[in-house]
């Protein structure tokens, strides 16, 4: 019995190498020396290797994913860190970006304007009780060599002229200041007026002392006229809501939206002594237009 | 039943650890080094007196076929060394050796440069092209000695957590018997 004991678990421990050795032998032969007892031995092993290589694999994959599934959540965070980065420069490069548009604009005037002009930023808006801006105040001053009456334009138009300057600071008067007065003219028919503010709780100007007889239309373009010494001409001042006739008098009036968005403005170009270039291209009277500019028909 | 039980832990413990070589080899770059981490427990069982020479056959058998699913090596070569080390080392009777850390280390790398090398020889005469480049002859040598050297160090580690796995199993068994 023991004898037996002994002679079977040799057996079996002989089978069990046997057993591979077939297998490895009946894969690595080539395939055409493979013969009838090598095709039993792959036909039956297939299977088996292939399950067994599948469950390892198996085993080994959700493993792997949940270490992977670790990483992920990491590198989730970090991505969404990222995103929140990106997005945030996203945006300051947009604004970045209209900035720089904005101010390019500004600077495109330069030329168009001629003689010295300054850039300057707005630092601070004085608000009517109905949020309506009523004065600005820049960031450049005495210092700058800015001087009162320096006409202010911006990239829709003419904003108004410098009222007072101190140190590196100066207030700007607006053109719908009932304080302000401009010599204007209109670009279709070249009809001639004064525009004043009109101080009210919208953003509104009158032209004043248009001649009767003048074909003023809603929608017709307000430019300066040049005449005075303190604006250029040619800058756009606004567009013709309204026209006032009276039955009686020489004249008649028009109510103007200004070109400007006070609310909105940001950047300005303060103007300096208008170019001799201009100056001779007008030719005129230098103390009639003063006279004209202060109002006076 | 006993025995099917020691041997079925044996066998889930070859498993466990071939996962987690599997999942580490895909974490840290380590394919420059591939260490055998059944071929220790293949030696305890050799060395193990109260294993059984069919059972440790059996489970030798069943670990090696495990390491040929996991490495996607030729099938049957990891089974047949694996198997061939168990009645190797069973016969040489070398489990006076088994006393501490260096001496595992020392057995399994001794037992380790002979499994390799043989896996080494058999591929080299089964396989039509041969599986290193014979311009470097020296390249395969080496590749074996740091197979063979990460694995006889990780010995004591293996060693330690089979014979605290058969330790278990036969506590459970002594508590279960009646009286």
Redesign the interface.
């Known amino acids: 019995m023991n004898y037996f004991r002994r002679f079977r678990?040799a057996a079996?421990?002989v089978a069990?190498?046997a057993?591979?050795?077939f297998?490895?032998?009946a894969?690595?032969?080539?395939a055409s020396n493979v013969n009838m007892v090598d095709r039993l031995v792959l036909q039956a092993?297939a299977p088996v290797?292939f399950l067994?290589?599948q469950?390892?694999?198996a085993?080994?994959d959700v493993?792997?994913e949940y270490?992977y599934l670790v990483d992920v959540k990491r590198e989730h965070e970090r991505l969404r860190a990222e995103n929140d980065r990106l997005r945030q420069e996203q945006l300051e490069l947009r604004i970045h970006a209209q900035d720089n548009e904005r101010l390019r604009e500004l600077l495109s005037l330069r030329p168009r304007l001629g003689g010295e002009t300054w850039a300057a930023q707005v630092i601070a808006k004085e608000t009517s009780a109905h949020f309506r801006v009523v004065r600005i105040r820049l960031d450049r001053g005495e210092r700058d060599e800015i001087r009162e009456g320096m006409p202010v334009v911006s990239t829709e138009g003419l904003v108004g002229q410098i009222r007072r300057t101190w140190g590196r600071y100066a207030d700007v008067q607006l053109t719908v200041d009932q304080r302000s007065a401009i010599d204007v003219v209109l670009e279709r028919g070249r009809a001639r007026g004064i525009l004043r503010g009109t101080g009210a709780d919208e953003y509104a100007c009158r032209i004043e002392y248009l001649e009767r007889t003048d074909e003023v239309q809603p929608g017709d373009e307000v430019y300066t006229s040049g005449l005075g010494q303190r604006f250029p001409s040619s800058i756009l001042v606004g567009r013709v809501r309204s026209v006032v006739q009276r039955e009686h008098g020489l004249y008649q009036e028009a109510l103007v939206t200004p070109a400007v968005n006070f609310s909105a403005l940001q950047e300005v170009l303060v103007l300096g002594a208008m170019s001799t270039r201009r100056r001779l291209e007008h030719g005129e009277d230098w103390d009639h237009n003063e006279q004209v500019a202060d109002g006076s028909p | 039943m006993t025995s099917i039980l020691r041997t079925f832990v044996v066998v889930s413990l070859g498993?466990i650890l071939?996962?987690l070589q599997?999942?580490i080899a895909?974490?840290v770059n380590v394919h420059w080094v591939t260490p055998q981490v059944v071929l220790p427990i293949v030696i305890w069982q050799s060395i193990s007196s109260d294993v059984?020479?069919?059972r440790g056959?059996?489970a030798?058998?069943a670990l090696?076929?495990?390491a040929?699913?996991?490495c996607g090596n030729?099938?049957?070569?990891h089974?047949?060394v694996m198997?061939?080390t168990f009645?190797v080392v069973r016969g040489a009777g070398l489990r006076l050796f088994f006393r501490g850390p260096a001496y595992q280390v020392v057995l399994t790398f001794a037992v380790g440069v002979l499994a390799l090398g043989t896996m080494l020889a058999?591929r080299a005469i089964?396989?039509?092209l041969p599986p290193f480049s014979t311009e470097g002859q020296w390249s395969p040598f080496w590749g074996l000695l740091a197979d063979v050297s990460v694995t006889a160090f990780l010995a004591p580690l293996c060693f330690s957590a089979v014979r605290r796995a058969d330790t278990l199993v036969n506590r459970r068994k002594e508590e279960s018997a009646p009286g």
Not at chain 2, 74 to 77: F, I, N, T, Y
């Open positions: 678990d079996l421990c069990l190498l057993l591979p050795f297998f490895l032998s894969n690595l032969k080539d092993s290797q067994a290589t469950i390892a694999h085993v080994s493993l792997e270490v | 498993f071939l996962v599997s999942t895909t974490l059984h020479l069919v056959a059996f030798s058998f090696g076929y495990l040929d699913s996991f030729l099938m049957s070569l089974t047949f198997v061939a009645t058999l089964f396989e039509k």
